[in-house]
């Protein structure tokens, strides 16, 4: 604010209000009112006012960097304190800067702390290879142990007994040798980014991210089947595990059905007509909500804008995830049980529209559709397959003055939501110490 | 203490550490049976009718927690004591197989002088 700046400057340079307001050709009742913001200067005034602080015009008129007083708002919305003096943000940036900036780095290295806190977290609780591994060596070990023991206590063990825990040792001893080599190839992965990659969910969306989940190829009115084998046998789907391509062969397949019932041009003209609502393309193209929730998050980003989708089976896993900006997807644990998402499980086919917020993720909340949509002809004797499906927009309320709902705060997963007393909590987080 | 003809059970699924298990205390002179699966584990509860039962946490088909609970909730073997091994070592794994009702905890790996220590604690007991 101008006015705070120019007292600043003159309480700096020990100039008394009378004698400043005397040099820039005002009545000191005037240069208080500036001074307390309650007036707007510009022009003339400034400028006699700037040469009379010896500062360059600018230096009154400019105001702290917009970044950083981003950063602060934000630092204070993650901070869950309602003593921060928010509004003072911006005269707390301009007043000092330097202690600013220092609070501004505090906070960015914070969230990364988090971030990567949450990954191991992740990892170390539910990353079912790591535990599979520990398990085989730590097995391998208790055997060798008790065996080897009984080899050297017993007096007088019979032969066929010492052949047969030699052999038992020899045996143990080579799943040893297996599992350790495993787990130091795992571990030693770990600081490498590309193997984050471990399960053939995580390949298979790590191939669709790679190409921003649209597929070129199978948008063309000539796209078959081969098309599909055509990118598995290319250099990305070569690297991919036997399993995991037999996924993403279901997941193109499924691309392929959507792109010939819904194709490229036509939806992109529809979406240009009647904007991205699903419930309105639903109805023009007579296509269920569940394929227009795929065929928007499946459309070149460049024209409709950052789409995610999240979709779980009827156990609550995640069989397909594509993040957005604001709302994170968790990799190996189980999502937040408030999610939309889940809510529409007991009602397939009616949809749900709600404005939600990742606590911990974002101020600006975003937009989530959701239905479940039965996967296959209904029948006696055999369990209903559905597919809950939940599509994740940027929130238009600014943008279309549609009238306001209520925003529900909502997590990425349990361990590392900061949300106290949350009803739907299945374990202790993380952050709940307010790390 | 005399422990001939007592009845231990052992429900375990790595075959190794069954054979070198049942060596221990079979030498001990307990009577040891085995079984390896998780999902008929209780039948061999019943059918066995053992003094003391060591039970593996991680095992094919039901957890060692879930058949700790059957065990528990059967009136015949309520009173049995049940020893849990684990894999794993955490304290939340402990409290676990506490609260579901083991007498006492073991993480592998474990030497066989413990081993036996616990078991005839156990039975003594």
Redesign the interface.
């Known amino acids: 604010m101008i006015g705070t700046r120019i007292r600043d400057r003159r309480l700096q340079t020990g100039t008394r209000q009378s004698e400043l307001a005397r040099h820039a050709g005002i009545s000191p009742s005037y240069l208080n009112l500036i001074e307390h913001n309650r007036r707007k200067i510009g022009g003339k005034t400034l400028l006699k006012l700037a040469e009379a602080l010896e500062v360059e015009p600018s230096l009154l008129s400019e105001g702290a960097d917009a970044a950083l007083v981003a950063a602060l708002y934000e630092a204070a919305a993650t901070s869950r304190r309602d003593d921060a003096d928010l509004d003072r943000a911006e005269d707390f940036a301009e007043r000092f800067p330097g202690w600013a900036r220092v609070l501004a780095a505090l906070h960015e290295r914070n969230q990364t702390l988090e971030r990567t806190i949450e990954t191991l977290t992740d990892r170390l609780s539910h990353d079912p290879f790591l535990a599979d591994s520990?398990?085989e060596v730590?097995?391998a070990?208790?055997?060798?142990?008790?065996?080897s023991?009984?080899l050297v206590?017993?007096d007088a063990l019979e032969p066929e007994?010492q052949a047969?825990?030699h052999r038992?040792i020899n045996?143990?001893s080579a799943r040893l040798t297996d599992g350790a080599q495993i787990l130091v190839r795992y571990l030693e992965g770990a600081a490498d980014r590309a193997a984050e990659v471990q399960s053939p969910q995580d390949e298979m969306h790590a191939f669709l991210a790679t190409r921003d989940f649209h597929t070129p190829e199978l948008e063309r009115r000539t796209a078959g089947p081969r098309d599909i084998d055509g990118l598995l046998q290319g250099a990305d789907g070569q690297a991919l595990s036997a399993p995991a391509q037999s996924l993403t062969r279901d997941v193109l397949l499924r691309y392929l059905a959507d792109a010939q019932a819904l194709p490229l041009r036509g939806f992109l003209s529809r979406v240009q007509e009647v904007g991205m609502r699903p419930d309105r393309l639903a109805e023009v193209t007579g296509a269920d909500l569940a394929r227009v929730f795929r065929r928007l998050a499946a459309l070149p980003p460049d024209s409709v804008g950052p789409v995610g989708l999240a979709i779980c089976d009827p156990s609550g896993t995640l069989v397909f995830r594509k993040p957005a900006p604001g709302f994170d997807m968790p990799r190996l644990a189980g999502a937040c049980a408030l999610w939309p998402l889940y809510q529409v499980m007991a009602q397939p086919n009616v949809p749900l529209r709600m404005r939600v917020r990742q606590t911990g993720r974002s101020d600006d909340p975003v937009l989530a559709m959701a239905v479940a949509a039965t996967t296959g002809p209904a029948g006696f004797g055999r369990p209903a397959l559905t597919r809950m499906h939940m599509l994740i927009l940027p929130d238009p309320q600014g943008e279309t003055g549609e009238q306001a709902g209520e925003v529900l705060d909502l997590g990425v997963s349990c361990r590392i939501c900061p949300i106290q007393d949350c009803a739907a909590r299945r374990e202790p987080s993380i952050l709940a110490e307010g790390f | 203490m005399d422990t001939t003809g007592k009845k231990v059970l052992l429900i375990e699924d790595?075959p190794?550490?069954i054979?070198?298990?049942s060596?221990?205390l079979s030498?001990d002179g307990w009577d040891v049976k085995t079984h390896s699966n998780g999902h008929d584990a209780m039948e061999t509860v019943r059918l066995r009718a053992p003094d003391l039962i060591i039970l593996d946490v991680?095992l094919p088909g039901k957890s060692g927690t879930d058949i700790l609970a059957e065990i528990r909730a059967d009136a015949d073997f309520a009173d049995t004591p049940v020893l849990m091994l684990t894999?794993?070592g955490q304290v939340k794994d402990r409290e676990t197989a506490e609260r579901a009702g083991a007498d006492k905890y073991m993480t592998?790996?474990?030497?066989?002088a413990d081993?036996l220590a616990a078991v005839r604690e156990l039975v003594q007991a």
């Open positions: 520990l398990h730590l097995s070990v208790t055997s060798i142990r008790a065996t023991s009984i206590e017993t007994w047969r825990f038992n045996e143990d | 790595e190794n550490i054979e070198a298990v060596f221990i030498r991680m894999a794993r592998k790996p474990f030497s066989n081993l």
